[in-house]
Nanobody, 124 residues
């Protein structure tokens, strides 16, 4: 079993930055694909970014050049550095994990069996 706990959300003005963290515990190791998803009120959940076991990254077009996903395997922690935030980035951000070396279709939420509770990001 894998547990994921996010932190780092908050309120920020447009143009500002936040860094989200996701700490994993349980049977998760470096051979997992890790991802960030977000869901705004009234909208479907969307993939934000993902990172393969070998460190390869993928991003949604809407965040490319502004967000950076990274991980620290020793700390079992996933990060999402968010810069140049826009009001449309307002959402609940959730980390997810799946036991595959490569993420494959990384933005398909149904392929991730492990999810955190989410952290709110509000950009005004």
């Amino acid at each position: 079993h894998v547990q994921l706990v996010e932190s780092g959300g908050g309120s920020v003005q447009a143009g500002g930055s936040l860094r989200l963290s996701c700490v994993a515990s349980g049977h998760l190791d470096s051979r997992f694909c890790l991802g960030w998803f977000r869901q705004a009120p009234g909208k479907e959940r969307e993939g934000v970014a993902a990172i393969d076991s070998d460190g390869s990254t993928s991003y949604a077009d809407s965040v490319k050049g502004r967000f950076t996903i990274s991980k620290d395997n020793a700390k079992k922690t996933l990060y999402l550095q968010m810069n140049s935030l826009k009001p449309e980035d307002t959402a609940t951000y959730t980390c997810a994990a799946k036991p595959t070396f490569f993420c494959g279709v990384w933005s398909r939420a149904g392929t991730y069996p492990y999810w955190g509770q989410g952290t709110q990001v509000t950009v005004s």
